[in-house]
Every structure is written in structure tokens, then in C-alpha cells.
């Protein structure tokens, strides 16, 4: 369960803008997911919400994401994770991240600066110091897979139509590209939604969960909404479906004096 839980938390922990492009998350803005696993249709819940925050005296965006699971599978497999990550309001670079997970007597916790005026990303392993590294930072800008299928929803991918970007997956980069494949009608909690699903394909040796066949899927609203409806992710243990269940819109801006 860890292998499908686990991917889900450090995509989704880190956000960040796309050269211009409008940011992941918005102050305000949260997202609720559901997570099911073969006939474990509440088998854990994804948050993930986003809040105003102030960065060395200058405005940021802090998001975080809690994981866990829940029901049966909770009982089986006690799993919780927490990711935070931090950007500048005024170009949404990322400019760290922390995440941590506990399953059973089993810990991880990580965390990532990055330096943009030099190329690199100092990872810390804070329980194995031995995995800190300094990573060299390729052209590009570093997002995690899940926001960048979150941030797809600004780009409006017509079928066929395929997006680049570089994707850090734990301590390493590699790049993927994010094809909009076709429309399709989904069932959600809400009813039957038309959506766009929209495919990743990582470029060159696969890494991380690309490995052994790992896959994943994501399903963009095709209206003016354009909400992440459901992610799914498909490992060598079974495959993961993430529904959104619940969205908070982001804040109304603050009124000009």
C-alpha cells in the first residue's frame, strides 16, 4: 500500500509556477481526494491546500499536503505523510520543500532547497544523512508530477497536443512529457463530468515510478472550471485512484485601498 499511497504524497507535496504560467495552487485554494485501491474504494484521503504566507519579508504561497490511509486498509497498514513547500508570490519559484512519512515503525523525512542562481538543489535525507547530495539542476523548471498535471489545467491541451516539463521525483530530475490524449466522460461524486485525460511519458531510462511499468493518468475538467477530477496510479502492486471529492476555490483578492 505504500508503493501507491506513497508516490501520491511526494507528487503532490511540491508547487510551483511554469515560466509565466498561472500558479499550481492559488491562496485559498484546497483540494480533497479519495483514495481507492481494488475493492477498497476508502482506502485513504489526500489534502492539499494552499495559504498566503510571508517569505523574508516578501509574500509566498505555503502548500501542504497530509496523506493517510483510512478504513480497512488503515487498519492493515497504518500510513501518514505531511509535505510543505514554499514559493515566492512574486515569480511562484519553489524555494523549499519538506515532507515526511510514518508507516508503522518505518520513517522517512526529507528536504530540498533550491538555488536558481547557481543550478542546484541541496536534498538533506534528515535520517540518512549519507543520501544528502547536492543536485545539479537541468535547463528548465523543477515541479513535482502531480502539480504539473494540476498545473496542466492552465495550459487548455487540445488531443494530440503535448506539454514538456521537468519533473523532481525524490533526489533526482528527469524530464516528461504531458500528452492530452482525449475526451472522455467520468463518473465523479457530483455525477458524470466530461474531462480531458491527459498522460505523462518520462523521456529516456525510466526512473522512480516509471519503473516496471508504473504509470499514471490524470482526468482535467473540460469546462471553465478545469479541476483535477481524478488521478490514477498504477504500480507493480496494484493501481491507486485518486477522486476529488471536495474543492475550496481560492480566496477573493483582498479589496484596493
Not at 506539454?163 to 458524470?192: C, M, S
Request: positive net charge.
Amino acid at each position: 500500500m505504500k508503493l501507491l499511497l506513497a508516490p501520491l504524497l511526494l507528487m503532490a507535496a511540491l508547487s510551483c509556477a511554469h515560466g509565466t504560467e498561472v500558479a499550481a495552487l492559488l491562496p485559498g485554494e484546497a483540494f480533497v481526494y479519495r483514495v481507492g485501491w481494488g475493492i477498497f474504494s476508502g482506502a485513504g484521503e489526500v489534502k492539499v491546500s494552499a495559504v498566503a504566507e510571508t517569505l523574508a519579508g516578501s509574500p509566498g504561497t505555503r502548500v501542504t499536503t497530509l496523506t493517510r490511509t483510512q478504513g480497512t486498509i488503515g487498519l492493515l497498514y497504518a500510513f501518514t505523510g505531511q509535505a510543505v513547500a514554499h514559493f515566492s508570490a512574486s515569480n511562484g519559484l519553489m524555494l523549499n520543500a519538506q515532507a515526511e512519512t510514518a508507516a508503522g515503525s518505518k520513517r522517512t523525512q526529507m528536504a530540498v532547497t533550491f538555488d536558481y542562481a547557481h543550478s542546484v538543489a541541496k536534498y538533506v535525507d534528515l535520517l540518512h544523512p549519507a543520501r544528502s547530495t547536492t543536485l545539479v539542476m537541468p535547463a528548465g523548471r523543477p515541479l513535482d508530477l502531480i502539480t504539473v498535471l494540476i498545473q496542466a489545467r492552465a495550459w487548455n491541451l487540445k488531443p494530440g497536443e503535448t506539454h514538456a516539463a521537468l519533473v523532481l521525483f525524490d533526489n533526482e530530475f528527469y524530464p516528461v512529457n504531458i500528452t492530452a490524449q482525449r475526451l472522455e466522460k467520468i463518473d465523479t461524486p457530483k455525477g458524470p463530468r466530461d474531462a480531458m485525460l491527459l498522460v505523462p511519458v518520462m523521456s529516456g531510462t525510466p526512473k522512480g515510478m516509471f519503473k516496471k511499468g508504473g504509470a499514471i493518468q490524470v482526468w482535467i475538467s473540460n469546462d471553465a472550471d478545469r479541476l483535477p477530477l481524478k488521478f490514477e496510479v498504477k504500480v507493480k502492486v496494484g493501481t491507486a485512484v485518486a477522486t476529488l471529492i471536495d474543492y475550496h476555490p481560492p480566496s477573493a483578492p483582498a479589496p484596493k485601498s
